[in-house]
């Protein structure tokens, strides 16, 4: 039988429910009302009290929301939610970065454990807020900002804690997935299915983040603070989106026996980390080459374990309501135990520097768009090979009103040395159009 004096310990609130507040209710907000209004009784069975929502911040009272949502809880002011005694687990679902950031830190510092799916936010002060949450013997969980519903926070902090990561490639953004895959698939064009992933609540509420490549690289850095231990300086890194990816790019590289794909890549090189965030070909009989739609994937490269993939649905509302809610259980159920919260820093942080670019080789995919003219070609492989890049393959495709596509695959070669060579090509008589360059993923 339970003494009485661990029953004390174990329940501080001698039963009492306990209070959420929920900073956004849009699509993750929404979904986050859903799970918890439809499992309330799931929940209390798990937690051993009862969770309630105590108040939400939006911006509109007028909007529709979910029918889960009691409108009278509804609020445009923040204090509502923070000063509110009752709350004891806040809920970030916002987003952006100053404004969520100030309010997370008023929360932790009130001694509110805080649950958040906010990328942005964690990649530029979440070495900051983790500090706060431990001194303030809070949780900050944040299962959902990397990967939608897909429990690679855990699996960093909890699986991984007796090997060591040394490697991340991962695809983490639905949305350019999603795109990528329509394009690849049916030819659509790009901005059709933007529109499509915006509209099934994938994107983020500026696009750009996801179609130029900073979703992906926020997430990297979470990933990397939780794999590496690693604190990265706040910019430098790689990072390139799929905008401006052309269709006919997509279809040169099929024909190579490659697929375009969007990923995340982090490699622990002792004194440095490497990071990048960019479009890659990818062999088309590749895991990675058959994760498609909003789908995600993240493959781990332990020390001792060797490779481990996770895979599921990176973006949409319940899939990331799933992360959300799976976080606010396990601050409930640590208030209730009195214990304290579970801060997700899987290992101390230390500041380093990251992998210089010029330091990065692969074998890269190339497109020229040239007159066809005799000793073109010659002169494209005079360029790259006094830089000393290896070609691998070239093919010349006949294009219309005397202009041909000049497709190179070289073997791996230093980044610097192929993009010298492009730059002593700019300018050429014979180029009709900026070279693009791609780089290839062999793993
Ligand atoms: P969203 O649909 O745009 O919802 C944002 C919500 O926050 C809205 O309810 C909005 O109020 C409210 N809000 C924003 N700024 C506010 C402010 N200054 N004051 C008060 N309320 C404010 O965004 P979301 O897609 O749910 O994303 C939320 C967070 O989850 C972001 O950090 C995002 O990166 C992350 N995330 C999203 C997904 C996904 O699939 N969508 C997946 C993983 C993580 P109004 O409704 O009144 O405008
Ligand atoms: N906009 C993000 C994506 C949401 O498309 O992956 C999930 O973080």
């Given at each position: 039988?339970?003494?009485?004096?661990?029953?004390?310990?174990?329940?501080?609130?001698?039963?009492?429910?306990?209070?959420?507040?929920?900073?956004?209710?849009?699509?993750?907000?929404?979904?986050?009302?859903?799970?918890?209004?439809?499992?309330?009784?799931?929940?209390?069975?798990?937690?051993?009290?009862?969770?309630?929502?105590?108040?939400?911040?939006?911006?509109?009272?007028?909007?529709?929301?979910?029918?889960?949502?009691?409108?009278?809880?509804?609020?445009?002011?923040?204090?509502?939610?923070?000063?509110?005694?009752?709350?004891?687990?806040?809920?970030?679902?916002?987003?952006?970065?100053?404004?969520?950031?100030?309010?997370?830190?008023?929360?932790?510092?009130?001694?509110?454990?805080?649950?958040?799916?906010?990328?942005?936010?964690?990649?530029?002060?979440?070495?900051?807020?983790l500090d706060l949450a431990a001194a303030k013997n809070v949780g900050l969980a944040f299962e959902a900002a990397v990967g939608g519903g897909i429990p690679v926070v855990r699996t960093l902090r909890?699986?991984?804690?007796?090997?060591?990561?040394?490697?991340?490639?991962?695809?983490?953004?639905?949305?350019?997935?999603?795109?990528?895959?329509?394009?690849?698939?049916?030819?659509?064009?790009?901005?059709?299915?933007?529109?499509?992933?915006?509209?099934?609540?994938?994107?983020?509420?500026?696009?750009?983040?996801?179609?130029?490549?900073?979703?992906?690289?926020?997430?990297?850095?979470?990933?990397?603070?939780?794999?590496?231990?690693?604190?990265?300086?706040?910019?430098?890194?790689?990072?390139?989106?799929?905008?401006?990816?052309?269709?006919?790019?997509?279809?040169?590289?099929?024909?190579?026996?490659?697929?375009?794909?969007?990923?995340?890549?982090?490699?622990?090189?002792?004194?440095?980390?490497?990071?990048?965030?960019?479009?890659?070909?990818?062999?088309?009989?590749?895991?990675?080459?058959?994760?498609?739609?909003?789908?995600?994937?993240?493959?781990?490269?332990?020390?001792?374990?060797?490779?481990?993939?996770?895979?599921?649905?990176?973006?949409?509302?319940?899939?990331?309501?799933?992360?959300?809610?799976?976080?606010?259980?396990?601050?409930?159920?640590?208030?209730?135990?009195?214990?304290?919260?579970?801060?997700?820093?899987?290992?101390?942080?230390?500041?380093?520097?990251?992998?210089?670019?010029?330091?990065?080789?692969?074998?890269?995919?190339?497109?020229?768009?040239?007159?066809?003219?005799?000793?073109?070609?010659?002169?494209?492989?005079?360029?790259?090979?006094?830089?000393?890049?290896?070609?691998?393959?070239?093919?010349?495709?006949?294009?219309?009103?005397?202009?041909?596509?000049?497709?190179?695959?070289?073997?791996?070669?230093?980044?610097?040395?192929?993009?010298?060579?492009?730059?002593?090509?700019?300018?050429?008589?014979?180029?009709?159009?900026?070279?693009?360059?791609?780089?290839?993923?062999?793993?």
């Open positions: 039988m339970t003494s009485p004096r661990f029953e004390e310990r174990r329940r501080p609130h001698g039963g009492a429910p306990i209070g959420l507040g929920i900073l956004g209710c849009g699509t993750v907000g929404g979904g986050v009302l859903r799970l918890l209004t439809n499992k309330a009784a799931e929940f209390e069975r798990r937690v051993g009290v009862p969770l309630e929502v105590r108040r939400v911040l939006v911006r509109d009272l007028d909007k529709p929301r979910v029918p889960e949502l009691d409108r009278a809880k509804l609020t445009t002011r923040v204090d509502d939610v923070l000063e509110d005694e009752s709350v004891e687990i806040v809920v970030e679902v916002m987003g952006g970065e100053d404004l969520a950031g100030a309010w997370v830190e008023r929360a932790l510092d009130s001694r509110r454990s805080v649950v958040t799916a906010n990328k942005a936010m964690l990649a530029k002060r979440g070495p900051q807020l909890d699986a991984f804690a007796s090997d060591e990561v040394i490697e991340i490639a991962g695809i983490l953004n639905g949305t350019s997935n999603y795109i990528l895959t329509r394009m690849t698939d049916d030819g659509a064009p790009f901005a059709e299915v933007l529109a499509e992933a915006q509209s099934k609540g994938y994107a983020e509420a500026d696009p750009s983040l996801d179609i130029d490549g900073h979703d992906a690289a926020q997430k990297l850095l979470v990933l990397a603070m939780l794999a590496f231990g690693a604190r990265p300086p706040d910019s430098g890194m790689l990072i390139e989106g799929i905008r401006g990816l052309d269709a006919i790019d997509v279809r040169l590289a099929g024909q190579f026996g490659y697929v375009i794909k969007h990923l995340a890549f982090g490699r622990d090189r002792g004194e440095t980390v490497e990071l990048r965030a960019h479009p890659v070909l990818v062999k088309r009989s590749s895991v990675l080459a058959n994760i498609n739609g909003v789908l995600n994937a993240i493959r781990l490269e332990g020390r001792a374990l060797g490779p481990c993939l996770l895979s599921g649905r990176g973006a949409g509302d319940m899939p990331t309501a799933v992360s959300v809610v799976a976080d606010v259980l396990d601050a409930a159920r640590a208030i209730v135990a009195g214990a304290p919260g579970i801060v997700n820093g899987a290992r101390p942080l230390v500041a380093r520097p990251l992998t210089p670019t010029t330091e990065i080789a692969l074998r890269y995919y190339l497109r020229l768009s040239v007159a066809d003219e005799p000793g073109v070609m010659a002169e494209i492989a005079g360029a790259l090979g006094r830089e000393g890049v290896s070609l691998s393959q070239i093919v010349q495709t006949e294009g219309a009103g005397g202009v041909a596509q000049i497709v190179i695959i070289t073997h791996v070669a230093r980044e610097s040395a192929v993009k010298n060579a492009l730059v002593g090509l700019e300018g050429k008589r014979f180029l009709r159009a900026p070279a693009v360059l791609l780089r290839i993923e062999e793993g």
